[in-house]
């Protein structure tokens, strides 16, 4: 499995305990070239020796609310290489406010904010990532099993990732018939700093190892492997799914 000659873009490195840098690490091994964005100033010294590690051909700033920024990216991706092969949205952000107490009480602002940032942002990537994905591509997002299930403190983010699931699929039709898939990545609960904002999140790591069938907690490098399939022409009938990579814990029932 080879990604060599394919160009990809990837969001979502906060650290090297990001999903993100898992799977660019995986694409970078499998011959990749990257562009690499830092969600502003304050992360860019963390992010930037990372992308160096990467030979990331771009390394540029996006907050996905800025559109400026959004288009910004695209035009320096056509510029660099006049093509784009995949990318990867592993971005989610809820107001910790939001994350706390229960979903009954979830602000209209923090909805929207939550669903902008990790929803919709997805949909304009898309948009943006179409004209450059000529030859087709693949489109990779992220989500979580809470989504489908009630997970305790998962909250607002729950309906949120439903609705990228569903956008996934719809996607999906949309831009099939122009070879791109879309994808979205489903791991197991990793300790990282998205993480961080779910309370008793340690208790949930330690759910998973216990219930799921492999036993295993779930590793950025794992959901790095899977991704680097998924974006390779290995997968090139693969689309609309939702790639569990979270050893086995979604078919356990209680
Ligand atoms: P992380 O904190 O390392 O990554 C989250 C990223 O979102 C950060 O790089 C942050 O800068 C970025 N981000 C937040 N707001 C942004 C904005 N306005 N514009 C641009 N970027 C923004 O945490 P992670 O766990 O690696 O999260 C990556 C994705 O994986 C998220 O979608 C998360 O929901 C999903 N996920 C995480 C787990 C887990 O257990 N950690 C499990 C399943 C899915």
Known sequence: MTLKGKNGLVVGIANSHSIAW?????????GASLAVTYLNEKALPFVQPLAEQLDAALILPLDV????????????????????????HAVAYAPKSDMEGRMADTSR???????????????RMAHLAEPLMQNGGCLLTTTYYGSEKVISHYNVMGPVKAALESTVRYLAADLGP????????????????????IAHFDELVQLAREKSPAHEA??????????????????????GSIAYVDAGFNVMGS
Not at 227 to 234: I, K, M, N, Y
Request: net charge negative.
């Open 109 to 123: 602002q923090g909805f929207l904010e939550a669903m902008n940032i990790s929803c919709y942002s997805f949909v």
């Open 22 to 30: 898992g799977c660019a690490q995986a694409f970078h091994q499998a």
């Open 65 to 88: 609310r800025d559109d400026a920024q959004l288009e910004a990216v695209f035009v320096a991706i056509d510029q660099k290489w006049g093509k784009l092969d995949f990318l990867l």
């Open 178 to 197: 122009r070879h791109i898939r879309v994808n979205a990545l489903s791991p197991g609960p990793i300790v990282t700093r998205a993480a961080s904002g």
């Open 218 to 239: 779930v590793c950025i490098d794992c959901v790095g492997a899977y991704a680097s399939f998924l974006v390779s022409d290995g997968a090139r009938l693969v689309t």
